[in-house]
């Protein structure tokens, strides 16, 4: 079984910081890429940012330039540090991870529980 566990959201200010972080945990033989989703009352789940194993990332058009995502490969740990924070990116905020848990090569995808951003003066 596998989980993923995050931590670091809270209430911050326009402007201001948070880090995520998210660790994955259990039987994992190998993880392929990882990634923060958000989702905002009445409207879908989006990607935020993703990482490769190799460290090549990808970034929402709308975080380019505030958002950074890294990883730690030997702790399956991902992060997402967030600054210059804004009002719309208040939303519940997903850790994903594309992993093998069967140690046969089959990628399945798994997710937090979630963890909730809020950006308000």
């Known amino acids: 079984q596998v989980h993923l566990v995050e931590s670091g959201g809270g209430l911050v200010q326009p402007g201001g910081s948070l880090r995520l972080s998210c660790a994955a945990s259990?039987?994992?033989?190998?993880?392929?890429?990882m990634g923060w989703y958000r989702q905002a009352p009445g409207k879908q789940r989006e990607l935020v940012a993703a990482?490769?194993?190799?460290?090549?990332?990808n970034y929402a058009d709308s975080v380019k330039g505030r958002f950074t995502i890294s990883r730690n490969n030997a702790k399956n740990t991902v992060y997402l540090q967030m600054n210059n924070l804004k009002p719309e990116d208040t939303a519940v905020y997903f850790c994903?991870?594309?992993?093998?848990?069967?140690?046969?090569?089959?990628?399945?995808?798994?997710w937090g529980q979630g963890t909730q951003v809020t950006v308000s003066s």
């Open positions: 259990g039987v994992i033989f190998s993880i392929n890429a």
């Open positions: 994903n991870a594309r992993l093998d848990s069967t140690g046969w090569g089959l990628l399945r995808d798994y």
């Open positions: 990482i490769t194993s190799s460290g090549s990332a």
